[in-house]
């Protein structure tokens, strides 16, 4: 009997240990649900009231730059290259000399066509003397109108040798004048490929060098469809010309992070879409007196738009979970409900909220982070 006895305490102290657990745990998954725990008094939380305001964002945009006026300077004639009156990187004038180009074939056949010119121009005289002279005989009845028209004729004839020589003179001269590679804009002198002595031709698939104008410099930067639209809607426009008239002036963030001093102007918008990536190209214009940018320069287009009747939420009165952005709210009888939030941007500290909030909301600022859905809480106004 005793040892029966025994046995049963110990199946009863085991089915009790089993049973303490569960009642914990059915316990804390009552608390999991969001009440607050027994007897313990809702806690004091900051909370704030979401009303529309106005917002300015400050959106930034990927660039690169080039100068109002990038020229590919190439040879108009072939030749050996003799001589390079400028050095890489030099900042040169409309009309000065770049290169040299042999110019002996060239004045060789100026004299050539000069030759041929002046034996057209006795040949002119002679037709000219016939013409008098038959002009005599048929004054004079010696001669029949025939001969005389066919005494013009020859003239006419050879007048347009002559013609025909100037014009091959003027060729050459041409030619002798492309020897001298000047400098189409006032700018600045990129790559230099080629040596002295090099045999350069217009054929070549290579030029001579880069010469970009870079008095104002062109900022080109691509804009998304959503983007584009919204930057419509702020600036309405009967076209797009009336359009840029109304967009302020942009700012220039150079690569080392730094502003650019002097501001832009958006001076141009593509006609069409990239169907590839769903953007569209712009143009901004900055004055570069000081020369302090260049062609092939990077940079980011710093765009400012005003909003008006936005809702704002602090960013830090936010939490980030897989990439989606949630906040408590605050119901009329104080509890608390996690809410996925939708946002258009961030405006400084403040995300600009498009969905998941109504104005008059009520948000727990702070001290959210061991807050669940249904919990009771104190709201404070949020300092």
């Known amino acids: 009997m005793k040892k029966t006895t025994a046995v049963s305490t110990g199946t009863a102290g085991l089915v009790l240990c089993l049973l303490i657990p569960a009642l914990m745990i059915q316990g804390c998954k009552g608390t999991a649900e969001g009440q607050n725990a027994a007897g313990a008094p809702p806690q004091k939380l900051p909370v704030i009231t979401i009303q529309p305001a106005q917002a300015r964002v400050t959106t930034v945009y990927s660039s690169t730059l080039e100068g109002v006026v990038n020229v590919e300077v190439r040879p108009q004639v072939s030749g050996s290259l003799l001589k390079i009156y400028v050095d890489e990187g030099a900042l040169v004038r409309a009309g000065q000399p770049l290169f040299f180009i042999d110019d002996r074939v060239y004045r060789q056949q100026l004299n050539t066509a000069l030759g041929t010119l002046h034996n057209a121009e006795a040949n002119m005289e002679s037709a000219r003397i016939n013409v008098t002279k038959t002009e005599t005989l048929v004054q004079n009845k010696v001669s029949s109108n025939i001969n005389l028209e066919t005494a013009k004729a020859a003239f006419a004839a050879a007048k347009a040798v002559v013609e025909q020589a100037q014009a091959a003179v003027e060729n050459a001269r041409i030619n002798i004048g492309y020897c001298t590679i000047t400098a189409p804009v006032s700018g600045y002198i990129g790559r230099i490929p080629f040596k002295l002595g090099s045999l350069v031709s217009p054929t070549g698939t290579t030029p001579l060098t880069l010469l970009s104008d870079t008095h104002n410099v062109n900022a080109y930067f691509s804009m998304g469809e959503r983007d584009f639209v919204n930057f419509e809607k702020q600036h309405p426009g009967n076209n797009t010309a009336q359009m840029l008239d109304h967009v302020p002036a942009v700012s220039l963030q150079l690569p080392d992070g730094s502003l650019y001093a002097e501001k832009g102007k958006i001076t141009a918008v593509e006609g069409q879409f990239d169907k590839g990536t769903g953007s569209i190209t712009l143009r901004a214009t900055f004055p570069?007196?000081?020369?302090?940018?260049?062609?092939?320069?990077?940079?980011?287009?710093?765009?400012?738009?005003?909003?008006?009747?936005?809702?704002?939420?602090?960013?830090?009165?936010?939490?980030?979970?897989?990439?989606?952005?949630?906040?408590?709210?605050?119901?009329?009888?104080?509890?608390?409900?996690?809410?996925?939030?939708?946002?258009?941007?961030?405006?400084?500290?403040?995300?600009?909220?498009?969905?998941g909030l109504q104005p008059g909301a009520r948000v727990v600022s702070q001290g959210f982070e061991r807050l669940q859905n249904g919990m009771t809480i104190t709201p404070e106004p949020a300092k």
């Open 288 to 355: 570069n007196n000081k020369s302090i940018l260049r062609s092939g320069n990077t940079g980011k287009i710093l765009i400012d738009q005003q909003f008006d009747n936005v809702l704002l939420l602090p960013i830090a009165s936010t939490m980030e979970i897989q990439d989606k952005i949630y906040a408590f709210t605050v119901d009329n009888g104080n509890k608390v409900k996690q809410v996925p939030l939708q946002s258009s941007g961030k405006t400084g500290t403040d995300y600009i909220i498009t969905g």
